[in-house]
């Protein structure tokens, strides 16, 4: 069965350390989505790519994060410098156009220390 | 812009009874998609049950079904003879159908099953 891949599962890293995450959709899925989730919280959407463009990043930290999408197929989360407060579970879905769900990597969970 | 909005922090059941869990939404438009995800703990997020709003029927799945009040901007879903497997976070998420098609979520809802 078909999955969203993301990497690394589980990331600590220092204070003002660069940070980046990985995430490859399921083939032909043309909508990816980087979510932040903090514990006990609901998924907040960071950005929205529709093949390499994107199409929302109005919560996107743009001072220290940055996405990327080149070739339309697997993304690239970055976050420089990190801080505390980004210690979250980063979450990658994606989905076909239109009416279909989206489907769920098992996240990255990020320590900030 | 759509809001999405849980009321219950956190709900509780009796293994084999009946709970819904609410949820309310904030839109202007008139087509879009709501989706109720279950997320076990330290497990992904998976889909439960979709409802497209164009659609009067409300959506079952199994023992999960959606009570969809698209006028008042509800929409609740009822899990009918609990399992101690339904214990996890339920997120109500709401996807436009225009441009773009933003997924947003709530706040989610601890459901807690007891045996």
């Known amino acids: 069965e078909a999955e969203v891949a993301q990497s690394p599962r589980y990331k600590i890293t220092e204070k003002s350390q660069a940070v980046a995450f990985w995430c490859d959709p399921i083939?032909?899925?043309?909508?990816l989505y980087w979510y932040r989730q903090i514990l006990g919280q609901g998924p907040e959407l960071l950005v929205q790519?529709?093949?390499?463009?994107?199409?929302?990043d109005s919560q996107l930290p743009k001072d220290r994060f940055s996405a990327e999408r080149l070739k339309g197929v697997d993304s690239t989360l970055k976050i420089q410098p990190a801080e505390l407060g980004d210690s979250a579970m980063y979450l990658c879905a994606s989905s076909l156009v239109g009416a279909y769900e989206a489907f769920f990597g098992q996240g990255t969970r990020l320590t900030v220390v | 812009a759509q809001t999405v909005t849980q009321s219950q922090p956190e709900m509780s059941v009796q293994e084999a009874e009946t709970v819904t869990l609410s949820c309310t939404y904030d839109t202007s438009e008139s087509d879009y998609y709501l989706f109720w995800y279950k997320q076990p703990p330290s497990r992904q997020m998976i889909l439960v049950i979709r409802?497209?709003?164009?659609?009067?029927q409300n959506a079952t799945e199994n023992r999960f079904s959606v009570n969809f009040q698209k006028a008042a901007k509800s929409f609740s879903l009822k899990i009918s003879d609990s399992q101690l497997g339904d214990a996890a976070m339920y997120f109500c998420a709401y996807r436009s159908a225009g441009y773009g098609n933003k997924l947003v979520f709530g706040a989610g809802t601890i459901l807690r099953v007891k045996s």
């Open positions: 083939s032909g899925h043309a909508t």
């Open positions: 790519f529709q093949d390499e463009s994107v199409v929302d």
């Open positions: 409802q497209e709003a164009y659609k009067q």
